[in-house]
């Protein structure tokens, strides 16, 4: 069960540019209005990948530093939208270790799913180890 500090909302996203995190969707995981993470699944018949990004603390902010093109006041009004629409796990409040996120997820995941099968990476053919 996740944590009653997570809520699932749609958020009026017309004022925003196109970064993945400054904008979410209706089944996007929120902290009080604000996304916390951003992610794609894909399910099959006996199988779900899920592919996505948790933020953890504030780096995410930065990469509007890499972005080609984009001037220095766009990049620090890119930074300020990221920072009013989006939020890190640790400015929650979350304070456990990454494993003990890691844990979490996967207990979830096994709640909705049942028994997960873990690939690790180096298992993965194509995949560099």
């Known amino acids: 069960m996740l944590p ?5 909302n749609h958020a009026d996203v ?8 400054s904008s979410a969707t209706r089944h996007e995981v929120q902290i009080n209005g604000r996304k916390v993470v951003g992610s794609a699944q894909r399910r099959g018949r006996e199988a779900v990948i899920q592919h ?3 933020l953890v ?10 972005l ?3 001037n220095e006041k766009s990049a620090r009004q ?45 298992e993965v053919e194509g995949l560099p180890e």
Request: with cysteine; glycine share 6%.
């Open 4 to 8: 009653e500090l997570f809520t699932f």
């Open 14 to 21: 017309k004022d925003l540019p196109k970064l993945c995190f």
């Open 52 to 54: 996505g990004s948790i």
């Open 57 to 66: 603390n504030k780096d995410h902010l930065e990469i509007v530093k890499l």
């Open 68 to 70: 080609e093109g984009v």
């Open 78 to 122: 890119l930074y300020n939208i990221m920072e009013k629409r989006t939020i890190d796990l640790r400015t929650a409040g979350f304070e456990k270790d990454e494993s003990s996120l890691v844990e979490f997820m996967m207990h979830g995941f096994q709640e909705v799913f049942g028994p997960l099968d873990l690939i690790e990476p180096y």
